[in-house]
T-cell receptor, first 115, second 110 residues
Framework: EAEVAQSPRYKITEKSQAVAFWCDPI?????LYWYRQILGQGPELLVQ????????DSQLPKDRFSAERLKGVDSTLKIQPAELGDSAMYLC?????????????FGPGTRLTVT | KNEVEQSPQNLTAQEGEFITINCSYS?????LHWLQQHPGGGIVSLFM???GKKKHGRLIATINIQEKHSSLHITASHPRDSAVYIC????????????FGKGTHLIIQP
């Protein structure tokens, strides 16, 4: 069964360092989402792509976060510089238009710890 | 912005008990999702519904659009059902990013 792939699964970094996460959606899924989940809370949308275009990045802290999906397939989320408050689970999800129904499929997540 | 509230936040029950988790939201939606998250962090989609009721094995999800309320039921609960159950809603267009509740941490004791 096709899955959303993410790497790395775990990342420990020092504050002020740069960190990057990678997501490979299910083949054929045009829509890709990055979510951030702080411990004990539900995920929050950071950015949404439709193919290579950003559809919604209103909650992305653009002073330090960037996201790209250059060829409309895999995507990279970068944080530079990382801050202690960035410690969280970063989840990637993808979906496709199945006759107007968009069920999201989630990857295993990247757990980031900033020290 | 949609506000999604779940109750209870934590629930401990004995194996075999009937479990109900509730979700309410503030603004009309295109679909409501019930998701399961295990300690490793990965999220699995259990249901996506926009009306009525869906059933999959021992899990049942219902939604009342007029009341802006949904419930997830687990019949004959088992320790392997222990997980965080998250309600999430999509508003506007179907491909919109989801708004999540904080989750219900369920523990089923043998």
């Amino acid at each position: 069964e096709a899955e959303v792939a993410q790497s790395p699964r775990y990342k420990i970094t020092e504050k002020s360092q740069a960190v990057a996460f990678w997501c490979d959606p299910i083949s054929g899924h045009a829509t890709l989402y990055w979510y951030r989940q702080i411990l004990g809370q539900g995920p929050e949308l950071l950015v949404q792509f439709q193919d290579e275009s950003v559809v919604d990045d209103s909650q992305l802290p653009k002073d330090r976060f960037s996201a790209e999906r250059l060829k409309g397939v895999d995507s990279t989320l970068k944080i530079q510089p990382a801050e202690l408050g960035d410690s969280a689970m970063y989840l990637c999800a993808s979906s496709f238009d199945r006759l107007g129904i968009y069920e999201q499929y989630f990857g295993p997540g990247t757990r980031l710890t900033v020290t | 912005k949609n506000e999604v509230e779940q109750s209870p936040q934590n629930l401990t029950a004995q194996e075999g008990e009937f479990i109900t988790i509730n979700c309410s939201y503030s603004v009309g939606i295109s679909a409501l999702h019930w998701l399961q998250q295990h300690p490793g962090g990965g999220i699995v989609s259990l249901f996506m519904l926009s009306s009525g009721k869906k059933k999959h094995g021992r899990l049942i999800a219902t939604i009342n659009i007029q009341e802006k309320h949904s419930s997830l039921h687990i019949t004959a609960s088992h320790p392997r059902d222990s997980a965080v159950y998250i309600c999430a809603v999509g508003s506007g267009g179907g491909a919109d990013g989801l708004t999540f509740g904080k989750g219900t941490h369920l523990i089923i004791q043998p």
